[in-house]
């Protein structure tokens, strides 16, 4: 227990404890610093107290056999489900214990997926997004077994997935993106929302077989290279960039690129 008095956490403040299997934090703890718990490889359970408002998404980089993470109760800014933990209102997912496996559905709250949310899950096999506007950078880095990612129609915002979102996902063979430009609206007019594809967002996963783009307006650099199983891309009309060395490294022999480009 991280007793009261206790206002922060410091960087790598415990890392290596090797004998660490819980930690609660009280109400006096306000903010956990980066790589806070870093390589606590017995650490299983993680439970935090109503003061907590700054948590690094980097606090505990390599615990291994974390299970879950447990809010003491609902009065803070973090809430879990399922042992993820999430921001109170459930729009932001903050970071899943390394230990998590099998299929992922989030919320259908979920507005944002934080910087290394899921990062090194390899336990995790599947994710269903239904609806996000942005996926952090690192979010799904080295989730080596993760298979699949299919991210729904239900856009209501421009969709960012963020540099090196899922690269090294070294067991993904395929990605949908499920659904049309939607149409919303306004007092100023009618808006298209589209998906911006960041840098290196899918490096290096090297047995990407299938991707299905739908309303992906900008493709940047290196977002697909060394997918060393990717052998056909169609790039969908309305794509209007598409950055330096984006195929490099895939088995792609012939591409079309539309006139939107």
């Known amino acids: 227990i991280v007793p009261n008095g206790v206002k922060k956490v410091g ?5 290596g404890c090797n004998q660490l299997e819980s930690i609660t934090f009280s109400d006096d703890v306000i903010m956990v610093g980066k790589y806070a718990f870093q390589n606590c490889h017995k650490l299983t359970s993680v439970k935090i107290g109503s003061g907590v408002s700054s948590m690094s998404e980097t606090a505990f980089e390599g615990c291994a056999n974390l299970d879950e993470f447990v809010v003491i109760d609902n009065k803070g800014a973090y809430s879990t489900q399922d ?3 999430y921001n109170r209102s459930k729009t932001k997912v903050v970071r899943c214990p390394l230990n998590k496996r099998g299929i992922i559905n989030l919320p259908a709250s979920i507005g944002t997926i934080g910087d290394y949310a899921f990062s090194s899950c390899t336990g995790i096999t599947s994710i269903y ?3 996000t ?9 080295n989730c080596t077994n993760l298979e699949s990612i299919h991210i729904a129609d ?20 395929s990605i949908t993106f499920n659904g049309d430009k939607k149409l919303i609206e306004t007092a100023s007019g009618i808006k298209m929302y589209s998906v911006y594809i960041r840098t290196s967002a899918f490096e290096n996963c090297t047995k990407l077989k299938n991707v299905q783009l739908k309303n ?13 199983s990717l052998e056909k891309l169609i790039l969908p009309e309305g794509l209007e960039y598409i950055g330096s060395e984006c195929i490099a490294g895939t088995g792609i022999s012939k591409i079309e690129i539309p006139s939107s480009v």
Do not use: H, Q
């Open 83 to 85: 042992g993820i933990l």
């Open 11 to 15: 960087d790598y403040a415990f890392t």
């Open 129 to 131: 997004i239904t609806e």
């Open 154 to 173: 239900r856009w209501n915002t421009v969709t960012f997935i963020m540099d090196y979102a899922f690269e090294n996902c070294t067991g993904l063979e």
């Open 216 to 228: 992906v307006e900008y493709i940047e650099d290196r977002v697909f290279r060394n997918c060393k």
């Open 133 to 141: 506007g942005t996926i952090g950078s690192c979010a799904f880095s």
